[in-house]
């Protein structure tokens, strides 16, 4: 299993975090070098989000578009459950927690207070223990969300998050993990 990318919403569905991971970041292609291209052939038909074989890297449009179909789908997906199959009818239970497809996954983490986290990784390389992993990572990332983003004096709630401190230990964690999850598979 290899995290792709992690977003970070909102109880309202607005994306207030969003971090590429690994190849996946330095590797896709950027809307500059879409140009570049154009320039080269103006008239070569680029379909929207490909060029070439590889992905163009979304715009920040195209990722808050994502993030609030995804806040979507689990408020729907929340409701869907009847109330009588609820364990705890005081805590928001439900929702989507995992999404299944060809090519990857979506883990969803919600916390109580309403922020959710989800996490695209690479499904070609989940294994049986890729739930557990990212339970333990999506507790791992809620503490350093707690310790470096609510704690700092200078975050205002539910507004995008811009924290050097969290980058970097994002940044790490999730690169140890992945390059310890390509070994192990």
Known sequence: MVVFSMYIINKAGGLIYQRDFGKYAKFVK???????????????????????????KPSGNQYLTLASTFHGLHAISKELIPPHARTQPEEENGGIEVLDADTFKIYCYSTPT????????????????????MEECCKWVYQCYVDFVMKNPFYELEMPIKCSLFDEHLDKYIGNLNSTLKKSN
Request: net charge negative.
């Open 30 to 56: 950027t809307e500059k070098e879409n140009a570049e291209r154009l320039q080269q052939d103006p008239t070569a038909p680029i379909p929207p989000n490909e060029y070439d074989g590889k992905f163009v």
């Open 114 to 133: 309403g922020t959710k986290f989800f996490y695209l990784f690479d499904a070609k390389k989940f294994s049986n223990d890729g739930v557990s992993t």
